[in-house]
């Protein structure tokens, strides 16, 4: 699965599509962004309706570097995602 890499506050994040399919099908697709790895690693998801390519990875590549910084400020803790599997 593609990823992207964005730096935001001068930290890495990986950028990935969840793979989880919604009932809107290609209308809404989830973001997994990750930073750090193991025991300390932080995982947030995003979800967002492409204004252009319907596929998840096309969309993904589609994203400027601005609107992926857009979705993780509005991003909720992968605790309160079912893509993630309400893991802590």
Avoid: N
């Amino acid at each position: 699965m593609p990823r992207r890499i964005i730096e935001v506050d001068g930290v890495e994040w990986s950028v990935a599509v969840s793979g989880r399919v919604t009932r809107y099908v290609k209308d809404e697709f989830g973001l997994v962004f990750t930073r750090g790895a193991g025991a300390t690693r932080e995982r947030r998801v995003a979800r967002y309706s492409p204004p252009g390519a319907k596929s998840r990875e096309l969309s993904l590549a589609e994203l400027s570097d601005a609107e992926l910084q857009d979705l993780l400020a509005h991003s909720q803790p992968a605790w309160t995602a079912p893509e993630l599997g309400y893991r802590r």
